[in-house]
C-alpha cells in the first residue's frame, strides 16, 4: 500500500504565502500523477493542482492559476504546492493523492486517483 502524509497547513492572513508538503511512502514506484483536492464545508471537493510524474506536466484549477505552483521530487517521493495570494476562499482541507492506475480522464477527477492522504486544514483570514 501507499501512504500519503501531508503537511505545511496552517492560519495565514490574506496576502500570505503557505507550501504544503506531501509525502509518500510504501509502494511509490510507478506513481503516475500527483494531485492537490481541497474541500471547504459545505462544498463539493474540488481539484486544485496536479502533476504528471514522469513527464512533469503541470494542471491548475482556474481559481488558483498563476498563485499556486505544484512541484515534486522524485528521488524524496514528495509533492509540493506552494500557495501565494492567499485568498479566504482558499480556506478548506487540503488532500494529496496519488494516481498508480492507468485513466483515462484526465487528473482532474479525484476519481483518477488511488491513495489520498489524511488531509492538512488551511485557514486565511481577511
Known amino acids: 500500500q501507499v501512504q500519503l502524509v501531508e503537511s505545511g497547513g496552517g492560519l495565514v492572513q490574506a496576502g500570505g504565502s503557505l507550501r504544503l508538503s506531501c509525502a509518500a511512502s510504501?509502494?511509490?514506484?510507478?506513481?503516475?500523477?500527483m494531485g492537490w483536492f481541497r474541500q471547504a464545508p459545505g462544498k463539493e471537493r474540488e481539484f486544485v493542482s496536479a502533476i504528471a510524474w514522469s513527464g512533469g506536466s503541470t494542471y491548475y484549477a482556474d481559481s488558483v492559476e498563476g498563485r499556486f505552483t505544484i512541484s515534486r521530487d522524485n528521488a524524496k517521493n514528495t509533492m509540493y504546492l506552494q500557495m501565494n495570494s492567499l485568498k479566504p476562499e482558499d480556506t478548506a482541507v487540503y488532500y494529496c493523492?496519488?494516481?498508480?492506475?492507468?485513466?483515462?480522464?484526465?487528473?482532474?477527477?479525484?476519481?483518477?486517483?488511488?491513495?489520498w492522504g489524511q488531509g492538512t486544514q488551511v485557514t486565511v483570514s481577511s
Open positions: 493523492a496519488a494516481a498508480y492506475s492507468p485513466r483515462q480522464l484526465g487528473w482532474t477527477k479525484g476519481n483518477q486517483y488511488d491513495y
Open positions: 510504501g509502494r511509490t514506484f510507478s506513481v503516475l500523477a
